[in-house]
């Protein structure tokens, strides 16, 4: 079955640690997202890729880095500096063409909390 | 900056009724919007999508209406069930091939009760 593969499911962070959460997909999507969630806010956009080796920053993209070398994967690096990070990550996929009405297609998220 | 708004945060209604959630935006530039299910724990998933051509979409119990001049989209659930229990997100997309993005409303925690 095509999707997107988020792990880990739970993660825990200590404070100064830098972490990565992965994401991968098998869908042949050309562009990816990762978006934060915290109760209230909705999902704030943190980084984009529309193609391999780009990236964008989003809304929310301080104390984060991403990286793109390869078109199904999208990882996100959660640095020290992020000073809040506990939240639930979710990734996204779609096709990045014009004509596309299939909107995003999310993992399942990762809940990341600093202990 | 580009926002929608979703309304209301949360949503109370009784098994067989109507829940009704509302998004208003202000980017005429919009050209989709999708409208996404969450379960706890979960990824959303796409429910239902529209068009600003095109008034309404109905598929099975969910309808979305669209009101352009308004700029406003609400989303319908017909003889809601408990089983509809979820957060929903209405998003629009904005951009041109290449640079697409959606914007998305802060969500609705519906419970609908027995």
């Known amino acids: 079955d095509g999707g997107i593969t988020q792990s880990p499911k739970y993660l825990f962070r200590k404070e100064g640690q830098n972490v990565t959460l992965s994401c991968e997909q098998n869908l042949n999507h050309d562009a990816m997202y990762w978006y934060r969630q915290d109760p209230g806010q909705g999902l704030r956009l943190i980084y984009y890729?529309?193609?391999?080796?780009?990236?964008q920053k989003g809304d929310i993209a301080e104390g984060y880095s991403v990286s793109r070398e390869k078109k199904e994967s999208f990882p996100l690096t959660v640095t020290s500096a992020q000073k809040n990070p506990t939240a639930f990550y979710l990734c996204?996929?779609?096709?990045?063409?014009?004509?596309?009405?299939?909107?995003?297609?999310f993992g399942s998220g990762t809940r990341l909390t600093v202990v | 900056q580009q926002q929608v708004k979703q309304s209301p945060q949360s949503l109370i209604v009784q098994k067989g009724g109507i829940s009704i959630i509302n998004c208003a935006y202000e980017n005429t530039a919009f050209d989709y919007f999708p409208w996404y299910q969450q379960f706890p724990g979960k990824g959303p998933a796409l429910l239902i999508a529209i068009r600003p051509d095109v008034s309404e979409k109905k598929e099975g119990r969910f309808t979305i209406s669209f009101n352009k001049s308004a700029k406003q989209f609400s989303l319908h659930i017909m003889d809601s069930q408990p089983g509809d229990s979820a957060t929903y997100f209405c998003a629009a997309r904005s951009g041109g091939a290449g640079s697409y993005q959606l914007t998305f409303g802060k969500g609705t925690k519906l419970s609908v009760i027995p």
């Open positions: 890729s529309q193609i391999v080796n780009d990236f």
């Open positions: 996204a996929s779609s096709i990045d063409r014009r004509g596309n009405d299939y909107g995003y297609t």
